[in-house]
C-alpha cells in the first residue's frame, strides 16, 4: 500500500507544467466564484426583493449565453491553434465583471454583471479543457483531468467556507443576507479572480498542435461518429441529471436545517475532491467507459436513495456519498473526449461538449420539475419522481456505454 502510494504522489508531482497552473487556476477562481454565487440568490430576494421567476430568468439567460459561447470558442482555439489566450481572456472577464457587483443595486444590474461572468465561463472552457489534453499524453490524461477537476472541486469547498464565516461573523444568526456582508464577500472573492487570472497567464505555456488539417464549419459531423455516438449516450444520462438544486429542495423537503445542508454541501466537496485524481488515474489503467459506468451506477443507486429517503439525515448521508460519482465520472468524461477526437479538433470537441450538456441542464430541471410538482392543474407525482426518473436513465445509459465499442478509443 505504501509502495502504491508512493507512486501516486510521484505521478501527481511529475504533471506537467500546464496542467499545475491550469489546476492552480481554477481552484482560485472556483474560491471567488462560489464565495460569491451562493450567496447571490439571497442577495436578490432578500436585500432587492427580486421574486423567483427573475432570479431563474437571470441564471437560465447566464448559463445559456456561456453554452453558446463554448462551441465558439473551442472552435477558435482550433482554427488559431492557440488555447492559452483564448483561456485567459475567459478567466479575465470573469475577473473583470466580479467588482460590479458591489455596486449593483437593481436587478438588471445584477443580471448583466452575472452575464459578463457566464461570458467568460463560455470563452475559457474549452480552450482550457483543450491545453490540458494537449498537455498530457494519453496514458495519464485521466489522471490529469482527474487532478484538475479535484484543485477545481477544492476551491469550491474552500469559497462556501469562506462565504459562511464571513456571513456567521456579520450577521450571527440574522435569516436574511444584508447588503453589507453581500459587498463584503465580493470583495474578498475579487483576490482569489485575480490570482486565478495571474496563475494561467504565468504559469501555463501554448502547446503547438502538431496534427493540423483543414478545419470544417462548426458541426457535429466534422467531430465523427464516435464522438458524436459518445454525445448521445452522455446527453441521455445527462437528462436525467437535473440541477443539483433539486437535491437541496429534496434535503430541506425531508426536514434538514440550513446549517445541515450547508455543512453537506461541503462534504459533498470534499468527498468529490479527494475520489477525482485517483479515480481519474484508475481510468487510464482500466479504460475510460468502466470508470465512467462505475460512476453512473453510483449515480443511479444514489437517486434511488433520494427517491426513498425518509429523513433528512438519509440526504445528508447520499448527498455525501454523491461526490463519489461526480469522482469518478465528471473527469473521466472530459478525458474520453480528448480519446475520441483528433488533436487538431479537441477544442471544438469540449466547446461541443460542454455546450450540450449546459443546454441540456434546462430540460433536464424542467422535466424535473414537472415530475415533482405537475403543470397547471396537475399536481405532478410527488417529490419522489424525478429522482426515479434520472436513476432509471443513468441505468439505461450505463447499459448503453457498456454495449457501445468505439472504433477510435485511445484508451477503451
Known amino acids: 500500500m505504501a509502495r502504491s502510494s508512493t507512486s501516486f504522489r510521484d505521478r501527481i508531482r ?81 475577473a473583470l465583471a466580479k467588482p460590479f457587483f458591489y455596486i449593483a443595486d437593481t436587478w438588471g444590474l445584477v443580471a448583466g454583471v452575472r452575464w459578463a461572468d457566464r ?98 464549419r462548426i458541426s457535429f459531423r466534422g467531430l465523427g461518429k464516435p464522438f458524436l455516438l459518445f454525445m448521445l449516450i452522455v446527453g441521455l444520462f445527462d437528462i436525467g441529471n437535473s440541477s443539483d438544486a433539486f437535491l437541496v429542495l429534496r434535503a430541506q423537503e425531508r426536514g434538514l436545517s440550513i446549517t445541515g445542508i450547508l455543512a453537506m454541501l461541503v462534504t459533498f466537496n470534499a468527498i468529490y475532491t479527494l475520489v477525482s485524481a485517483p479515480a481519474g488515474a484508475f481510468s487510464d489503467k482500466v479504460g475510460r467507459r468502466r470508470v465512467i459506468i462505475g460512476g453512473w451506477l453510483v449515480y443511479a443507486a444514489i437517486y434511488l436513495g433520494f427517491a426513498v429517503a425518509g429523513k433528512g439525515w438519509h440526504v445528508w448521508v447520499l448527498y455525501a456519498i454523491y461526490g463519489v460519482y461526480y469522482g469518478l465520472a465528471y473527469g473521466t468524461t472530459k478525458a474520453m473526449v480528448a480519446d475520441l477526437v483528433p488533436e ?51 441505468l439505461i445509459a450505463a447499459v448503453l456505454m457498456a454495449v457501445w465499442k468505439p472504433q477510435k478509443l485511445t484508451a477503451a
Open 14 to 94: 511529475r504533471l506537467p507544467r500546464n496542467v499545475w497552473a491550469v489546476s492552480l487556476t481554477s481552484f482560485f477562481m472556483d474560491i471567488s466564484s462560489e464565495m460569491v454565487i451562493n450567496i447571490l440568490p439571497l442577495f436578490l430576494s432578500n436585500v432587492l426583493g427580486v421574486k423567483t421567476n427573475i432570479i431563474g430568468l437571470i441564471e437560465g439567460i447566464a448559463e445559456a449565453t456561456a453554452s453558446i459561447l463554448k462551441i465558439f470558442s473551442g472552435w477558435l482555439s482550433d482554427k488559431l491553434r492557440a488555447r492559452k489566450w483564448l483561456a485567459v481572456a475567459g478567466y479575465g472577464i470573469s
Open 119 to 216: 461570458v467568460g465561463k463560455g470563452v475559457r472552457t474549452a480552450p482550457r479543457d483543450a491545453l490540458v489534453a494537449d498537455s498530457i499524453d494519453e496514458k495519464q490524461r485521466g489522471l490529469a483531468f482527474g487532478f484538475h477537476r479535484a484543485a477545481d472541486t477544492a476551491g469550491a469547498m474552500l469559497g462556501l467556507v469562506i462565504a459562511l464565516v464571513v456571513v456567521w461573523l456579520a450577521q450571527q444568526s440574522s435569516g436574511e443576507l444584508t447588503r453589507v456582508t453581500f459587498q463584503t464577500v465580493v470583495l474578498i472573492s475579487l483576490i482569489p479572480a485575480a490570482l486565478a487570472v495571474i496563475a494561467l497567464a504565468v504559469g501555463t505555456q501554448e502547446v503547438a498542435v502538431t496534427k493540423v488539417r483543414e478545419l470544417p
Open 344 to 394: 487538431a479538433l479537441r477544442g471544438t470537441a469540449y466547446g461541443t461538449y460542454n455546450a450540450v450538456l449546459g443546454i441540456l441542464d434546462f430540460p433536464a430541471s424542467l422535466i424535473a420539475g414537472i415530475l415533482w410538482q405537475g403543470l397547471g392543474s396537475w399536481g405532478g407525482f410527488g417529490a419522489s419522481a424525478p429522482f426515479f426518473f434520472g436513476a432509471a436513465l443513468s
